[in-house]
C-alpha cells in the first residue's frame, strides 16, 4: 500500500515537474509548481514528517506560491517567446543533465542498495512536541538567527518594492 | 706612544676645514691646515726620539694594537700600527715635506676659489697617507693605498668645472683601479698562503720559505703586488695618469705625486722585501720595469712644452730609478731616492708653481725666458733643484743615483748602462726647462714679480734639503732591515754617472743658451722621432682605442641595451604584459548571462560529484 | 492479472532518486528558460527537492534533525522569495523586460 501511495505521488510529482519546466506562460508553471509542492507533503507524510508536511503546504503552497501569482499578475508576464538560441542550450545541457541524473542514481544506489523500506508509521518523531523540543534545546540559536533573517527580508523587500518618493 | 696621533691630528683639521669651513677665515683654515700637519710632524719626532731612533735604537718593529677588525676563522685582523726604520723614514718624509708644501699652498691657493675645500682635501690625504705608512698589515696599507688614490681623484678634478681636469681624476682613479686589483689578488694570495696578513706574521714566515725553489706563488704574489705598485707609483703600463693629473693645482703636484703618493708603491714593495727577496724572478720584472720606464719617460720629457708635464715625466723617470733600485736588491738605495727625490722634485714643482703665479697662469716654457733677474729667489732655489736632479756631487740627488746604479751595475750591466743614458736625458731635460725658464729674453707678455715669502720659504728649506739631504746615511740608518751589499771595486761608474749629469747640462747649456736656434734644427732633422716623442708614444691613443674604446662601446651595447634594457626591463614589463593578457582572456568568461554562469557552477558541480565518488568514496 | 512486482513498501532509495529527478529538472528549467519569474520558480523546485532529500535521510538516521534543517530551508526559501520577487519587480520598473538574457550590463 505504501509503494503504491509512493509511485502515484512521485508520478504526480515528476509531471508536474516537467509540465513546471515546459510551459510557456509562467501561471502555468506557477500551478505546475503547487502540484508539485502537493505531492511531496504527502510524500513526507509517507515519511512520518507531519509537522514538515503541513509546514509544506501552509507555508510553500499556501504564502510563497501566492506570492508569485500576485507577481505575475502585477507584472502581466506574457508568455515567453521561443527564439533559435534555445536549441543550442538544449544540446549542450541535456547530456549534462542526464549525466547528473546518473551519477547521482549510481551513488545512491552504490551506498543504499537495499536500505530499509519505508513503513508508514514507523518513525514517530515528526510530531510537533518532538520537533520543538529539538528546534528548541538544540537549535535555538539557529532558530533566533532565522527570525532576523526573516526581519531583513521584510525591510529589504519593502526598501526594494517601494514607489520612488519624489 | 700613542701613534694613533699621527694620523689623527690631520684628521681633525679634514674634519674642522671640511664641516666649518665655509665659515671660517682664510687664515683659519690655513692655521688648521698647516697647524694639524705641524703638530703631527712633531708628534712623529717626540715619538721617534722616544723610541731612540735618532740614536741608534728602533732596531724591531714598535706596534700598537687598537682593536680587532676582522676575526673570522684563522683570519685575524687588527688595527695596528708599527714603527720600524722604514716607517721612521716614511714618516719624517711625509710628514716634514707635507708640512712645508701646506705653508705654500697657503699662499698659491690665496687667489684661487674652493680654499677651504682643497685644505680639507689635503688634510685627508695626509691622513690616509699616514695611515698607509704606519699600518702594521696589508689590509691597513690598502685602506690608506685606496684613500690616498681617492684623495688623488678628488684634488686633481680640484678645478672641477673644466672638463679636462675631471677627465684626469677619472683617468687617475681608474688606472690606479686596474693597479689596485693586482694588488688585491696579491692580498688574497698572502692570506691563503701566509694565513695572516700581519708584516710580522707574514715576514716571519716568508724567511723560512727555501731561497731556491722557490713555490710559484710566491712569485704569483710578487708580481700582483708589482701591478698594484706600478698603478699608484705611475710605471709601465700604468704611468699614463700622471701626466694628465699636472690638471691639479701645483702644490697637489707636488705632494702627491712627487713626493708621497707615487712612492707608496716604493714603500710597499720595500716593505715586502722578504717575500721578494725569495723571487729573483719577479726582482728582475721589478728592475726590468724600472730601467725601462727611467729610460722611457725621460725621453717623452726632452720634448715637452709645458713646464709642469716635463717635471711629471720626470717624476715617472725617477720613479723608475726607484724601482730600480728595488728590483736589483738595493731596497734602502731606493728608500734613500724617495728621500732626495723628496726633496728636490718637490722644489722643482714648487719652483714651478712660483714661475706660474709670478706669470700668472702661464705655464708654457716657450712664453717664458729671461726671469732669473725678475723673480731671483725661485731662480736660484730652483737652480739648486736642478743639480740635484741631475746627480752632480755632493748634492743630494747623486747620493741616492749613485747608489742605485752601482747596485745596477751589479746586477746587470746593461741596466747601469741604460741608466746612464737616462741620467744624460734627465741633466738635459730639465735643465733645458731651467734655461728655457730663466735665460735668454722674455717672450711673454705678462709681468712677472716674485712670489710672497710664505711661498718663497719653503722653497729655500726645501734647497738647503735638496743640497744637503744626501748626507742624511740612509742607507747605514736602514742597515739592520736592508743589509748594505758589499761594495764592488768599481769606482769608475760613479765617474761616468757624473759626468753623464753633467754632460747633460752642458748640452742644454749648448743648445738653450748659447745658440738657441740649434734644438729647431735638429727637431727638424729628425722630424719623425721628434714627433713621436712629442706625442708621448701616442701610448695614450692606443690605450684608447684598444682599451677604453672596446669598453665604452661594449657597456654601451651589451649591457647596458643588451642586459638591462632588453633583459631586465623586458622580464619586468614581460610580467606587466603577461598579466594583462591572462587578464584579457580571463574576461572572456564574464558574460554577463546569468544563465552561462548556472551552466559553470552545475558543470562543476557534476565534476566535484564524480571526483567525491571515484576517489573519496561517497562516504 | 498476474501481481505485479511491486514491493510492499517503497524502499528508501527510491525517495533519493525522485528527490534527485526533481533536482534536475529544476536545474533544467533554470538553465533553459528565459523568463526570470519562471526561473525563480525552478529554483524553488530545486529547494524542495532537496527538502525531500533531508527528511528522507532524517527517516533513516531516525531522527528529526532532517525535519528541523528542512524547516529551515524553508524559512530561507521564504524570505528569498519575497526579495527575489522585490528586485524581479525592480528589474522590470528599470527594464520593462522579463528576460533573462536582458540583464548582461556585467557583460566582460
Known sequence: MDAILFLLFAAIAVVCAINLVLQSHPISSAL??????????????????????????????????????????LLNAGTELKTKRHLWGMYAGVPLLLALVGVVGYIVHDVLPASGAVVFGSFQHGNPEDIGKNLFVNYLLPFEVTSVLILVAIVGAIVLARKEVD | MQLWLIPILPLIGFLLNGLFGRKLSKPVVSAIAAGSVLLSFLWVLKTLSGLGAFSGGLDSAYTEHYYTWIQSGALNIGVDFAIDRLTAVMLMIVTGVGFLIHVYAVGYMDHEGGFYRFFAYLNLFMFFMLVLVLGANYLLLFVGWEGVGLCSYLLIGFYFLEKYATDAGNKAFIVNRIGDFGFSLAVFLIAIHFGSLDFGKVFAQAKDLPVESAPGWVTAICLLLLVGATGKSAQIPLYVWLPDAMAGPTPVSALIHAATMVTAGVYMIARSSSIFLHSAFALDIVAIVGVTTAFFAATIGLAQNDIKKVFAYSTVSQLGYMFLALGTGAFSAGIFHVMTHAFFKALLFLGAGSVIHALGGDQDLRNMGGLRTKIPITFATLMCAGVAIAGVPPFSGYHSKDAILSAAYQHAPWMYWVGVITAFMTAFYVFRALFLCFFGEYRGHHHPHESPAIMWIPLAVLAALSLGGGYINIPKFLEPMFPLAEEGGNEWTVYVSIAAGVGGIALAFLFYVVAPSLPEAIANAFRPIYTLIYNKYFVDEFYDATVVNPAIDGSRTLLWRGADATVIDGAVNGIGKTARAVGGVLKLAQSGYIRSYAAWVVAGSIAVILVMALWGGAR | MPPLPIPEAAPLSWYLILSA????????????????????????????????????????????????????????????????????????????????????????
Open chain 1, 32 to 73: 505546475s509548481l503547487v502540484g508539485v509542492m502537493g505531492s511531496l507533503a504527502v510524500l513526507y507524510l509517507l515519511l512520518g514528517g507531519e509537522f514538515i508536511a503541513m509546514a509544506q503546504l501552509i507555508v510553500y503552497a499556501g504564502a510563497i506560491m501566492v506570492l508569485f501569482i500576485f507577481v505575475i499578475m
Open chain 3, 21 to 108: 529527478i526533481l533536482f534536475v529538472l529544476g536545474v533544467a528549467g533554470f538553465l533553459f528558460r528565459r523568463n526570470i519569474i519562471t526561473v525563480f520558480m525552478s529554483i524553488e523546485l530545486m529547494l524542495n527537492a532537496v527538502n525531500l532529500s533531508f527528511v528522507s535521510f532524517s527517516y533513516k538516521l531516525k531522527q528529526n534533525d532532517g525535519h528541523i534543517f528542512s524547516f529551515f530551508v524553508m524559512v530561507v526559501a521564504a524570505a528569498e522569495a519575497a526579495v527575489g520577487l522585490a528586485i524581479i519587480l525592480t528589474v522590470f520598473k528599470n527594464r520593462q523586460t522579463l528576460e533573462i538574457d536582458e540583464v548582461s550590463s556585467l557583460k566582460n
